[in-house]
C-alpha cells in the first residue's frame, strides 16, 4: 500500500479550526486474492468497496483530520488483515479497531490482532436478540484490551446494556464504549432511562452514529444525553459507506448540522475531541511494538 497519501497536511474541520474524528469507518478492497471476504455474509449487509486511498481522498475533501476504520464483520469476519494493513500505511491519521466476537479462541485471535499487528481498540459483537454475552471470554479479551492499553467497543442488543455496564465497572482502567447507543428503539424518553444509569460509571462511553443522530429525535436524545454524560463521553461515527448520504462529505456534513443547536464546545467534543484523547493524542498508538504496550492509566484518556 501506497503511504504516500499519509503525508498530506492533517486538515481541520471547514471554517471552525477544530479536529474532525470520525470513529465508524468500514473499509474493504476489490484485491480479493489478498485480502478474501467471506463466502457468505454472517448477517444482513450490503456489499461495498471503500479502499484505503480513495477513503484518504475523502477524509481531505471533508476536511476530516482523523479515523478509527473499523472492521466490517459481515465482509470479513474475524479477518482484520486489510484494517490493520490500511493504519499502517497512515499512521498519522488513522488507527485500526480489531472486531471480534467473543468465543472460546477468540481471546488467542485478540492477542495477535492487539500485540502482533499492533491495532489501537479492540471490538467484540454480540449483536443478535438470541445471544448472549459469554461472560468468560469476554472477561478475558477485556483483560487483554488492558494488558494492550487499548479501548474496547460493544456491539450488542439492548438487554446486554447491564452486562456492558458490569464489564465497564470491572475493568475500570479500560475505556469501555457502548456502540450504536446499544442498539435502542424506544422513542427519546425510553432510551435516556435506559441509557441515563450508565452515567456513574466514568469509563463507559457511547458511540452514536450518523443513522442515530438523523433519527426522528435524534437530537433531543444527543442533547439530553450531553446533559447527563457530559459531551467528552460521546463519540461520533459516520458508519460510512453503509451510511452514504449522497459522498463521505455531505454525509459528514449532514452530521454536524444535526447538532447544530448544542455549543460549540460539546460539538466539539462530540465530533473530534473525546476520541482525539482516546486514540489520537497518545502517539505511541502509531507504533506500538508487542513487546512495549503502552501504559493503562485512565488519566491518558480524559
Not at 476489490?30 to 484518504?56: C, H, Q, T
Not at 487483554?144 to 475500570?172: D, K, M
Not at 436524545?221 to 446533559?227: F, K, P, Q, S, T
Request: contains cysteine; proline residues 7%; hydrophobic residues 40%.
Amino acid at each position: 500500500m501506497s503511504t504516500s497519501r499519509g503525508r498530506r497536511p492533517i486538515t481541520r474541520a471547514s471554517g471552525e479550526g477544530e479536529i474532525t474524528v470520525d470513529t465508524h469507518v468500514h473499509l474493504s478492497t476489490s484485491d480479493l486474492l489478498r485480502y478474501p471476504r467471506l463466502a457468505e455474509f454472517r448477517f444482513e449487509s450490503r456489499d461495498f468497496f471503500n479502499p484505503v486511498g480513495s477513503f484518504l481522498s475523502a477524509m481531505n475533501a471533508a476536511d476530516v483530520t482523523y479515523a478509527t476504520i473499523v472492521q466490517p464483520f459481515a465482509l470479513y469476519g474475524s479477518d482484520n488483515s486489510y484494517h490493520a494493513d490500511s493504519a499502517i500505511s497512515c499512521p498519522r491519521r488513522l488507527r485500526a479497531i480489531c472486531g471480534l466476537t467473543p468465543s472460546e479462541d477468540a481471546p488467542a485471535s485478540a492477542r495477535f490482532w492487539l500485540f502482533e499487528r499492533g491495532m489501537a481498540g479492540l471490538r467484540l459483537y454480540v449483536g443478535s436478540e438470541q445471544d448472549t454475552l459469554p461472560g468468560t471470554p469476554l472477561d478475558t479479551m477485556t483483560a487483554i484490551a488492558a494488558e494492550a492499553a487499548v479501548p474496547v467497543t460493544v456491539v450488542t442488543s439492548q438487554q446486554h446494556i447491564g452486562t456492558v455496564a458490569t464489564l465497564a465497572i470491572r475493568f475500570a482502567g479500560v475505556p469501555v464504549i457502548l456502540d450504536r447507543l446499544g442498539g435502542l428503539r424506544e422513542g427519546v424518553e425510553g432510551r435516556l432511562a435506559r441509557l441515563a444509569p450508565l452515567a456513574k460509571i466514568p469509563n463507559l462511553y457511547l458511540k452514536v452514529t450518523t443513522a442515530e443522530l438523523l433519527a426522528p429525535g435524534g437530537p433531543e436524545l444527543i442533547a439530553m444525553l450531553v446533559a447527563t454524560f457530559g459531551a467528552s463521553r460521546l463519540l461520533w461515527g459516520s458508519n460510512f459507506p453503509l451510511t452514504n448520504l449522497g459522498g463521505y462529505a455531505r454525509t459528514v456534513a449532514l452530521s454536524r448540522s444535526a447538532l447544530s443547536d448544542l455549543t460549540g464546545g460539546d460539538r466539539r467534543e462530540i465530533f473530534g475531541e473525546a476520541a482525539r484523547r482516546i486514540w489520537f493524542a497518545r502517539p505511541e498508538y502509531a507504533r506500538r511494538t508487542p513487546s512495549r504496550p503502552a501504559p493503562l492509566s485512565m488519566g491518558n484518556w480524559h
